[in-house]
């Protein structure tokens, strides 16, 4: 199993940046995909982006592309989004979640991953 903790979110002006990073312990991620969700109250979670750790393919859903970036650091086990001109509509609690890359057929169905770390909240202020 692996266990998954989230962090590095917090309160930002409108334009600014963050990044979150996602820590996994119990098992290497090198065969999965993790992904980040975001939810904010009464939604479903949304895909952001999703990381295949093996060979770094990223996807991203529309509205964050060439804002956010994910990346993994295959030594300290933990995927990271950069987060770039935030704008109050990021406003969300943010998740990692985990699942073997083979296994996903949908990356931004959150039904796909097995794993979830607890969520880390981004407010951007405007």
């Known amino acids: 199993d692996v266990q998954l903790q989230a962090s590095g979110g917090g309160l930002v002006q409108a334009g600014g940046s963050l990044r979150l990073s996602c820590s996994a312990s119990?098992?290497?991620?090198?065969?999965?995909?993790v992904a980040w969700f975001r939810q904010i109250p009464g939604k479903e979670r949304e895909g952001v982006s999703c990381?295949?750790?093996?060979?770094?393919?990223?996807i991203y859903e529309d509205s964050v592309k060439g804002r956010f970036t994910g990346s993994a650091d295959h030594a300290k086990n933990t995927v990271y989004l950069q987060m770039n001109s935030l704008t109050p509509e990021d406003t969300a609690v943010y998740y990692c979640?985990?699942?073997?890359?083979?296994?996903?057929?949908?990356?931004?169905?959150?039904?796909?991953?097995?794993?979830w770390g607890q969520g880390t909240l981004v407010t951007v202020s405007s």
């Open positions: 979640a985990a699942a073997l890359w083979e296994e996903i057929n949908l990356w931004t169905r959150s039904s796909e991953y097995d794993y």
């Open positions: 119990g098992d290497t991620l090198d065969d999965y995909a």
């Open positions: 990381i295949v750790i093996n060979d770094g393919r990223t």
